[in-house]
C-alpha cells in the first residue's frame, strides 16, 4: 500500500523532472557523436592512392618499405595491413590470423559508445511518453481539484503534457541519425582493411614470395594509433 502510495505522488507531481532527464541525456548524446565525429574524422583514408603506392611494393616483396608507408599513412585501415606485414616471417597463416585480429580490435574501437546513440534513439521517445503520461495525470489532478471551470486549466495541463514527447522524439532523431552514419563509416572501414588483408595474402602466394619473406627483416609495428 505505501509503494503504491508513493508511485501515486510520484505521479501526481507531474513530469518536469523526465523534461530534466531528458535534456542531460540530451547533453550526453552531442558529447559523444562529437567524440565519434572526430575519431572518424582523423581516420580518413584515401583507399585507391593507398593502394596504388602499396600494392607494386607487395609484388615486389619490399615488405619493410610497405610497412613504413602504413606507419606513415591517415587511416585506421593501413594499420590491419601492418599486423599482417609484422607476422610474415612466421608465414602466410601467421599474417592472415594478425590482421583479423586486428580488424577485430579496430571493429571494437571504432564501435565504442555507439550502443548508447542506438539505445537513446530507441528509448528516447519512450522516456518522454512517460513524461507526457505523468503530465496528464497531474493534469486530471488539477481538474478534479477545481470547482468548475477547470476546462480550460487540464487543457493546458495535457498540452504542457506533450513537451515531454516532443522533446523525447527531438533527443531520439539526432542520435538515430548519428548511430547510423557512425555504423555505416565502421562498416566502410573494415569492408576496406580487409581487402587490404586479401591483397597482402595474395602476394604471400607462391615460392618467389616465401623466399622474399624469408628474406625481409621484421617490420616494426608500433600500436599507439587507436586512442
Not at 182 to 203: G, M, V
Amino acid at each position: 500500500m505505501d509503494l503504491t502510495r508513493m508511485m501515486l505522488n510520484l505521479a501526481l507531481g507531474g513530469g518536469a523532472w523526465v523534461l530534466g532527464l531528458l535534456i542531460i541525456l540530451s547533453i550526453a548524446s552531442v558529447a559523444v557523436m562529437l567524440e565519434r565525429a572526430r575519431i572518424f574524422y582523423r581516420g580518413r583514408f584515401s583507399e585507391d592512392a593507398f593502394i596504388s603506392v602499396i600494392e607494386p611494393l607487395l609484388a615486389k616483396g619490399a615488405w619493410t618499405e610497405a610497412a613504413v608507408r602504413c606507419e606513415a599513412a591517415l587511416g585506421f585501415e593501413p594499420q590491419v595491413l601492418l599486423a599482417g606485414l609484422s607476422q610474415i616471417q612466421r608465414g602466410r597463416s601467421a599474417a592472415e590470423e594478425a590482421m583479423e585480429a586486428e580488424r577485430i580490435r579496430l571493429g571494437q574501437f571504432l564501435e565504442k559508445r555507439l550502443g548508447f546513440l542506438g539505445t537513446l534513439g530507441a528509448n528516447a521517445p519512450f522516456i518522454g511518453l512517460f513524461g507526457t503520461v505523468l503530465g496528464i495525470i497531474h493534469a486530471f489532478k488539477d481538474l478534479a481539484l477545481t470547482e468548475g471551470g477547470g476546462g480550460p486549466a487540464v487543457m493546458s495541463g495535457i498540452a504542457e503534457a506533450l513537451v515531454a514527447t516532443a522533446v523525447g522524439l527531438l533527443v531520439a532523431i539526432p542520435a538515430v541519425m548519428a548511430y547510423n552514419f557512425f555504423h555505416r563509416r565502421l562498416h566502410a572501414i573494415l569492408e576496406r582493411s580487409q581487402r587490404l588483408s586479401r591483397i597482402l595474402l595474395t602476394y604471400l602466394n607462391g615460392p618467389a614470395a616465401a623466399e622474399a619473406v624469408l628474406e625481409a627483416p621484421l617490420p616494426m609495428r608500433q600500436t599507439g594509433r587507436l586512442s
